[in-house]
């Protein structure tokens, strides 16, 4: 009987959410002014064919309003069934959007909203860490940089092995995002937290259920997240917790030990070179105590990571599929080799932001997989906060809520833009880099000439080349994602042989859900571990 009672119960509970969802739908159609053309009916929720298949219907809707519309000039609407409708506007009013002020178009808000903050997290209400990422880390990357390399050599000599005699099957997604947790974690809290696998482990699953939880969230009507929002989000609470059972006794001695240093100067305490340590120096000279804690601290670092893990896993299982389907006779991966061994003997074994500067060809297989294999399939996306609304170039005006944006897949794609743009080609960017630096002779006037070309590289933003987004908002933190990047494939190509993926071309494909283009996350590798003299 009191099975039967909740059976009833659920499957009425099934029927409001299913009918608070289509509501939800039809009344999300409105947000976007009648007569802007509307391009196929809201999309499939995951799509899944060959990796840029023809069948793939996500995709084809979109390339569909990018060819007809966008190339002539014109504003489309993009259905989704999940965040509401997009209007996608043609490439040439990406300039326009850029210089509009964040009280009309934001982009943390249209984040916000993507990934429920609200819920998934509550407690980061004022992102001053963003200031953090783009004045400390930045800076201190030359610092930093053999600090970076020393962890990821020993997380993939852990994940990938050191047995020099057999070829490894590894799961790239899942090794990915082990060794950019702990590659990232040894920046952000320092040793031996960054090694701990209690503590990685629960900041992997925090950035899993942050992206899960907030789809999630998306699904129901505004009336009822205040409901469901916090029973999805429990995970969420339960692995931050997980963490900061390690970070609030860490931040804490840390608090002690650097008030006692200002106390006493003669202290032989050294605060490191680390996140927690430029956080505290920075609530020092803010206005809010909460941020002075160790719980407003703990929050902090669980924030940056969420993105830090997120995006540069997903990029470094793209570029390694990209890499190992690529038909061994272009040379890729040999490419890449003869590059990273002659700089280190260059730089006489050392690993240095100079000589990671140097790796063009290192930089331009990520920026190419960023490019052929990117994950947004949306780019400089802003959501209107306006209270009256904004009124776009060619006239349409939209409503506070709405969002608006550009076809970063399609962009991507164009042949307008890139030739040959379904094919992968990890040299297309470093090709004229180094062609250019070839006409001189001297050492100091090739770096002047790659200095000079950076214009194509990984931190680079363009209006074709959207992956990090574009303009005074591109992403914050990737000049340090671009470095753990470059230090990761470098270790990985001079380490390890990768068994091209059978076939040669055959990559295992990309999943589409909505506006996200996910990457294998089961399908692995055999790698085989090389014996490098001096490295």
């Known amino acids: 009987m009191a099975f039967e009672l909740l059976s009833k119960w659920v499957v009425l509970l099934i029927f409001i959410l299913l009918a608070a969802w289509l509501f939800t739908i039809w009344n999300s159609k409105s947000i976007i002014p009648h007569g802007v053309p509307v391009v196929g009916?809201?999309?499939?929720?995951?799509?899944?064919?060959?990796?840029?298949?023809?069948?793939?219907?996500?995709?084809?809707?979109?390339?569909?309003?990018?060819?007809?519309?966008?190339?002539?000039?014109?504003?489309?609407?993009?259905?989704n069934w999940l965040?509401?409708?997009?209007?996608?506007?043609?490439?040439?009013?990406?300039?326009?959007?850029?210089?509009?002020?964040?009280?009309?178009?934001?982009?943390?808000?249209?984040?916000?909203?993507?990934?429920?903050?609200?819920?998934?997290?509550?407690?980061?209400?004022?992102?001053?860490?963003?200031?953090?990422?783009?004045?400390?880390?930045?800076?201190?990357?030359?610092?930093?940089?053999?600090?970076?390399?020393?962890?990821?050599?020993?997380?993939?000599?852990?994940?990938?092995?050191t047995n020099q005699g057999q070829y490894k099957d590894v799961c790239v997604f899942e090794t990915m995002v082990k060794i950019v947790a702990r590659a990232?974690?040894?920046?952000?809290?320092?040793?031996?937290?960054?090694?701990?696998?209690?503590?990685?482990?629960?900041?992997?699953?925090?950035?899993?259920?942050?992206?899960?939880?907030?789809?999630?969230?998306n699904?129901?009507?505004?009336?009822?997240?205040?409901?469901?929002?916090?029973?999805?989000?429990?995970?969420?609470?339960?692995?931050?917790?997980?963490?900061?059972?390690?970070?609030?006794?860490?931040?804490?001695?840390?608090?002690?030990?650097?008030?006692?240093?200002?106390?006493?100067?003669?202290?032989?305490?050294?605060?490191?070179?680390d996140f927690i340590t430029w956080a505290i120096e920075d609530s020092l000279n803010g206005s809010d105590p909460r941020e002075r804690t160790p719980e407003g601290i703990s929050y902090r670092l669980i924030d940056i990571n969420f993105p830090a893990i997120h995006t540069?896993?997903?990029?470094?299982?793209?570029?390694?599929?990209?890499?190992?389907?690529?038909?061994?006779?272009?040379g890729f991966?040999?490419?890449?080799?003869?590059?990273?061994?002659?700089?280190?003997?260059?730089?006489?074994?050392?690993?240095?932001?100079?000589?990671?500067?140097?790796?063009?060809?290192v930089d331009s297989a990520i920026r190419e997989s960023m490019r052929y294999s990117?994950?947004?399939?949306?780019?400089?996306?802003?959501?209107?906060?306006?209270?009256?609304?904004?009124?776009?170039?060619?006239?349409?005006?939209?409503?506070?809520?709405?969002?608006?944006?550009?076809?970063?897949?399609?962009?991507h794609h164009d042949e307008a833009a890139y030739e040959n743009p379904y094919d992968y080609d990890a040299f297309r960017f470093s090709r004229p880099r180094e062609e250019r630096a070839g006409a001189y002779d001297g050492e100091m006037e090739k770096e002047r000439v790659l200095h000079q070309t950076k214009d194509v590289s990984l931190t680079s933003t363009t209006e074709t080349w959207l992956a990090f987004g574009h303009g005074r908002l591109a992403c914050p933190g990737r000049y340090f994602a671009a470095a753990e990047m470059k230090l990761m494939l470098a270790y990985a190509v001079l380490h390890y042989d990768i068994e091209p993926v059978v076939g040669g071309g055959k990559r295992p494909p990309n999943r589409w859900v909505l506006d996200t283009i996910l990457p294998p996350m089961k399908a692995g590798v055999r790698v085989r571990r090389r014996r490098v003299l001096g490295g």
């Open 219 to 273: 699904v129901l009507p505004r009336l009822l997240r205040p409901i469901f929002g916090p029973l999805i989000t429990i995970p969420n609470r339960y692995h931050y917790r997980g963490c900061a059972r390690h970070t609030i006794p860490l931040i804490q001695q840390r608090l002690t030990d650097m008030s006692r240093k200002a106390a006493e100067p003669d202290s032989k305490f050294k605060a490191p070179n």
């Open 333 to 361: 991966l040999a490419g890449l080799r003869e590059e990273v061994e002659r700089i280190q003997h260059e730089e006489q074994g050392s690993w240095t932001k100079a000589g990671v500067a140097k790796m063009v060809r």
């Open 41 to 79: 009916r809201l999309t499939k929720v995951t799509d899944r064919n060959d990796h840029h298949g023809k069948n793939n219907v996500v995709r084809n809707t979109m390339e569909q309003g990018y060819y007809k519309y966008s190339k002539n000039g014109v504003s489309f609407s993009l259905p």
């Open 83 to 161: 965040h509401g409708p997009d209007l996608i506007v043609p490439p040439s009013q990406i300039r326009w959007i850029m210089e509009q002020p964040n009280s009309i178009l934001s982009l943390r808000e249209n984040f916000r909203a993507i990934f429920a903050m609200d819920y998934t997290l509550p407690f980061i209400k004022n992102p001053s860490h963003e200031d953090l990422i783009r004045r400390d880390l930045t800076k201190q990357l030359p610092a930093l940089t053999p600090v970076i390399i020393d962890e990821v050599g020993l997380a993939f000599d852990k994940l990938w092995g």
């Open 374 to 411: 990117g994950i947004f399939s949306r780019g400089v996306i802003r959501r209107v906060i306006a209270p009256d609304g904004i009124t776009l170039q060619d006239g349409i005006h939209l409503p506070p809520g709405a969002k608006v944006g550009v076809a970063a897949y399609s962009v």
């Open 184 to 217: 990232s974690n040894r920046v952000f809290v320092g040793l031996p937290l960054c090694q701990n696998e209690d503590y990685l482990n629960n900041v992997a699953k925090f950035a899993q259920d942050t992206a899960m939880g907030g789809a999630l969230i």
């Open 312 to 330: 540069s896993s997903f990029t470094m299982t793209n570029a390694l599929f990209d890499l190992a389907s690529s038909p061994p006779e272009k």
